[in-house]
């Protein structure tokens, strides 16, 4: 081979080797764009899922408003009645403000919900009171006022140990909620 | 100096090497060819190739917000869910936990003087604790004193249901279910 065939041969070979680096950046660009057009339609997907999700959460705002408001104006009763302890020195207090002074018997206990975590516990009051009719019914509304969430499981009115006695045998129960605790609705959708 | 001139140079040499062919004269120009349009398309697909990567890298950044967003929203709305959980939770619980006073208060106004309301129990129903159960004892009484009663009750947006009543002598017994009525 001589010299100019050879020259020939390697500019022939330069030509190749461009070409073929040519192609190869020509590809890596093709890729490139088609990352780029995914990317920009990814984008696209997820600004649609933003305006679905900011649509629900503003939806679930404002259906729920009323509920969670409820839920505010009711906070800082379940925080007056927090433990056992809270409970009954209410209802002592009560007893003491309103005057009554004959408690045939009082009693307290605690039950607990395993399954509820929302209202782990709730105090069982039981109370045997006697006294002027308007007294035993006001202390009840007194009471009830007190501890608005207590629910008066049974309350009984009979006579009194004179005529102007009313005794009143009254069970409530009184709930220990827990705000940071999961709703029942929540756990029951877990298990 | 001898005469004789010599034209060394000047004699017809033969070629070192063979001539190429006609065709492969192009050979140069096809590398001059490749070289600039290499350049040229090169430069572009560089071009191309960055704008590319800045448009990419600017969707995943969009991406990145959206999904950014995405999450905080959904933070929101799980917060949101678990509020109104307990609030219905509150609500249930509240339901179940009207107060009690007001009705005995009523029925105890209900009767007249001259009767004497010697028992009155009311028990909240485990099931449905927004219904009570409801049962007096009067002496002396008569239907028309249920019937004030029951009145009385219905003032206060509870329903009798099913009631049940006996008289046996001056005692009238009186048995109902109070079912709360909403408005």
Redesign the interface.
């Known amino acids: 081979m001589?010299?100019?065939?050879l020259a020939?041969v390697v500019?022939?070979m330069?030509?190749g080797a461009?070409?073929y680096?040519?192609q190869i950046?020509?590809k890596?660009?093709g890729t490139?764009?088609k990352?780029?057009t995914m990317?920009?339609q990814?984008?696209t997907t997820?600004?649609g899922?933003?305006q679905a999700?900011?649509i629900?959460?503003t939806r679930?705002?404002v259906e729920?408003e009323e509920?969670?408001r409820?839920?505010q104006a009711?906070v800082p009763y379940?925080d007056k009645a927090q433990t056992e302890q809270e409970v009954e020195s209410t209802i002592e207090f009560s007893l003491r403000d309103r005057g009554i002074t004959l408690v045939r018997s009082r009693k307290t206990e605690v039950k607990a919900s395993r399954e509820n975590k929302?209202?782990p516990k709730s105090v069982l009051t039981t109370v045997v009171i006697e006294d002027e009719?308007a007294k035993v019914?006001n202390w009840?509304?007194d009471l009830?006022k007190r501890l608005?969430?207590?629910?008066?499981?049974?309350?009984?009115?009979?006579?009194g140990s004179s005529a102007r006695q009313l005794r009143l045998d009254i069970s409530l129960e009184t709930?220990l909620?827990n705000?940071a605790g999961?709703?029942?609705?929540?756990t029951k959708k877990k298990a | 100096m001898s005469d004789y001139v010599c034209h060394d140079f000047k004699t017809p040499r033969t070629d070192t090497s063979k001539r190429l062919p006609n065709s492969f004269k192009l050979v140069p120009v096809a590398f001059y060819v490749a070289l600039i349009g290499g350049t040229y398309f090169m430069t572009n697909d560089w071009l191309a190739y960055k704008r590319a990567q800045d448009e990419k890298v600017a969707a995943e950044n969009v991406k990145k917000d959206h999904e950014t967003a995405i999450q905080k929203l959904t933070e929101e709305k799980t917060a949101l869910d678990a509020e109104t959980g307990k609030a219905q939770e509150v609500a249930r619980w509240m339901e179940g936990a009207r107060n009690v006073q007001p009705l005995s208060v009523a029925i105890a106004r209900s009767m007249p003087p001259e009767v004497r309301m010697s028992d009155l129990t009311i028990e909240r129903s485990d099931q449905v604790p927004s219904n009570l159960s409801l049962s007096l004892r009067i002496n002396g009484g008569t239907a028309n004193d249920v019937a004030l009663i029951e009145s009385s009750i219905t003032r206060l947006n509870y329903r009798s249901y099913s009631p049940q009543q006996s008289k046996t002598g001056d005692v009238v017994e009186y048995r109902s279910t109070l079912v709360r009525q909403e408005q």
């Open positions: 001589n010299p100019k065939q020939c500019l022939m330069f030509i461009m070409t680096f040519a950046v020509h890596k660009v490139m764009k990352s780029a990317a920009k990814d984008a997820a600004e899922s933003r999700a900011e629900l959460t679930t705002k729920t509920l969670r409820f839920l009711w379940v929302f209202i009719y019914l009840l509304g009830e608005p969430m207590a629910r008066v499981k049974a309350c009984r009115f009979t006579g709930p909620i705000l999961e709703s029942a609705a929540k």
